[in-house]
């Protein structure tokens, strides 16, 4: 970390932002498209003020809003609970890795949408497919880099503690879990990403609420104004939530950097 | 630092200009580009025979790309992009485009809805009537015209929409959800349809609601700009859907077989999807386009607005005069 505050990359990162902002007041004040193609500031403001006010079919904007964290958090807690310690044990473990390994490297590269029928079908339409789906979408990833994290560890740090008198478990939560925490994080970061990635289409079958289902029904009745700002909202919680996971990072892991 | 900032004003002239020449490639073909891409949902109607004869290379004269959509809305999407040329989609989709300013002209009709789209309840659900529905979920895919039809008949019947649990499921996964049991009712359309009368009993369907007033139908729509820079293909086109219309009024047989073959489908299933439309021949085009397809995508358009799902509604005139027979008339001169 350098100086903080006015940095030439800072100062870059406004001024696309900016510049973005003022190439979309540009081309819908010019009048060249139609508010279907891009619809202006102003009418996305509006559009903002009036599912805040009134709500968007039946739900108010904070409703549709809670939905989609509640499905994606519980989801990620899941992923939490589940993705982490076996991405550790199979890292550390190579028979554990063996009978885990085939089915996470044959799924994780299927497209979402591929096998969400078949969830449903398995599931019904209730939150329980669609907490599936996000929470498989999720779980690669944090899964591969837990293995990743601790086969990156030096050995010396194991034959150290083995040399120690360390047994088994003692090295694999005093020296494994914490040298690999970083590995961890990187993962659970990447898996809220694609988890997020993954809710317009797990709120596609069904749903009556969410973000992503907001974001399609306004699409099916061509509300672009509502899409948009549909997806700033998401694109705004993202960054939020990403922060979020960030900041506790810089919490549990702060020898980060200096290892 | 000089460097640093020559650097940057580099990759930002690269940038511009990238979106710039992307801008260029989406705006649309150029007006003497001899070609015609046409947007199609395979729905069981003339189009089908056309694209199984192969009417539309040998005889529109142009290129021609055909595209299969899986509903109006990526229809309109694509119309609206200037994706494609000439589409097809229900009147639902078609008044959305109108409402939304999408500049198109709606010039042909290729069937009018009958038994094609029908709300069927699971036989041991206990529902009878519309008015049964209370408190039971249906499914239906939003913004469709089985949508329309589902909510006005509901209306009809003084059922409350916020009585019945509505729920947004695309056709396959309505058949999902009915074998698991956990919908009550679906409005739904073939092939799926078929699936559901083999455990289901019909409550209603888009013929009783048309008689009532409710008309659902399919039409095709065409870019108002290539319409004028290519009027010629529109008028092609429309005289080989004439010509489909009339094999399926006049020989039923081969117009099932060729959908039958088309679809891959037996033909009996064909036989009896085409007797669930209505086609209509050149004179009863004129009429219906002169006089009855603008208030029908008004209606729909305004219900929509009462749905809250569109904010306004143009008044009866802008759908007049996106409604047009002209092609028609010259086509069957």
């Given at each position: ?36 193609i ?18 968007y ?15 994606l ?13 076996l ?7 190579s ?95 990447t ?36 899409v ?21 990072e ?10 | ?11 930002f ?22 070609s ?14 056309a ?28 119309i ?90 695309q ?61 010629e ?22 117009a ?78």
């Open positions: 970390m350098k100086k903080k505050g006015f940095t030439i990359e800072r100062v870059l990162t406004i001024a696309t932002v900016v510049l973005i902002f003022l190439a979309w007041f540009g081309l819908t004040a010019t009048g060249a498209f139609s508010e279907t891009i619809p202006s500031p102003k009418s996305v403001l509006e559009s903002l003020v009036d599912v805040s006010q009134n709500g079919k039946g739900h108010t904007l904070l409703q549709h809003l809670g939905t989609s964290l509640k499905r958090i519980i989801a990620y807690g899941l992923v939490i609970v589940t993705a982490v310690p991405g550790l044990l199979s890292g550390y473990n028979k554990v890795q063996a009978i885990l390994d085939p089915i996470i490297e044959f799924y994780r590269p299927l497209p979402p949408l591929a096998y969400y029928t078949i969830l449903v079908l398995w599931m019904g339409i209730d939150e329980g497919s669609k907490l599936a789906l996000l929470f498989l979408a999720g779980f690669a990833p944090v899964y591969i880099a837990c293995v990743a994290g601790v086969k990156r560890i030096k050995e010396d740090y194991i034959y150290g503690a083995e040399t120690l008198g360390a047994n088994k478990w003692q090295i694999f939560f005093y020296v494994i879990i914490p040298a690999a925490l970083t590995d961890v994080f990187t993962g659970l970061r898996a809220l990403g694609v988890e997020y990635t993954t809710l317009v289409a797990a709120e596609m079958v069904a749903a009556t609420a969410g973000m992503g289902w907001l974001v399609l029904d306004a699409s099916n009745y061509l509300r672009s104004d509502i948009f700002m549909g997806v700033i909202i998401m694109g705004i919680t993202g960054i939020l939530l990403d922060r979020l996971i960030q900041f506790i810089k919490r549990i892991v702060h020898w980060k950097g200096r290892t | 630092m000089k460097q640093n900032f020559r650097k940057f004003s580099a990759l002239l690269v940038l511009v200009l990238a979106v710039l020449s992307f801008a260029a490639c989406s705006g649309g073909k150029n007006k003497d580009d001899n015609v891409t046409i947007g199609t949902l395979d729905l069981v109607n003339g189009d089908l025979i694209q199984y004869e192969d009417w539309y290379a040998k005889e529109l004269g142009v290129d021609v790309k055909i595209i299969r959509f899986d509903s109006g809305k990526d229809i309109n999407s694509a609206a992009s200037g994706g494609i040329d000439i589409g097809q989609e229900g009147t639902s989709p078609a008044a959305l485009a109108i409402a939304n300013d999408i500049d198109v002209e709606v010039f042909w009709v290729a069937d009018v809805i009958g038994s094609a789209e029908t709300l069927v309840a699971k036989k041991d659900s206990g529902i009878k009537t519309i008015k049964d529905l209370k408190g039971k979920k249906v499914a239906t895919p939003f913004a469709s015209t089985a949508h329309y039809s589902l909510l006005n008949a509901l209306k009809q019947n003084g059922v409350a929409e916020t009585d019945v649990e509505l729920l947004d499921l056709p396959d996964d309505i058949f999902a959800t009915w074998q698991r049991n956990d919908i009550d009712a679906a409005y739904v359309w073939y092939p799926v349809l078929d699936n559901l009368l083999a455990d289901g009993v019909v409550v209603t369907d888009s013929a009783q609601l048309a008689e009532q007033g409710v008309i659902t139908a399919d039409v095709n729509v065409v870019r108002r700009a290539y319409a004028e820079a290519h009027p293909v529109v008028q092609k086109f429309v005289e080989l859907q004439l010509r489909a219309n009339d094999i399926i009024n006049k020989q039923p047989d081969i099932a077989q060729d959908i039958s073959k088309k679809l891959e489908i037996e033909e009996a299933d064909a036989a009896k999807q085409l007797k669930s439309f209505s086609y209509l021949d050149a004179a009863q085009q004129i009429e219906q386009l002169d006089n009855v397809f603008a208030q029908v995508l008004k209606d729909t358009a305004d219900f929509l607005v009462e749905q809250k799902s569109i904010k306004s509604a143009p008044d009866l005139e802008t759908f007049q005069s996106k409604v047009t027979s002209e092609f028609v008339k010259a086509a069957s001169k």
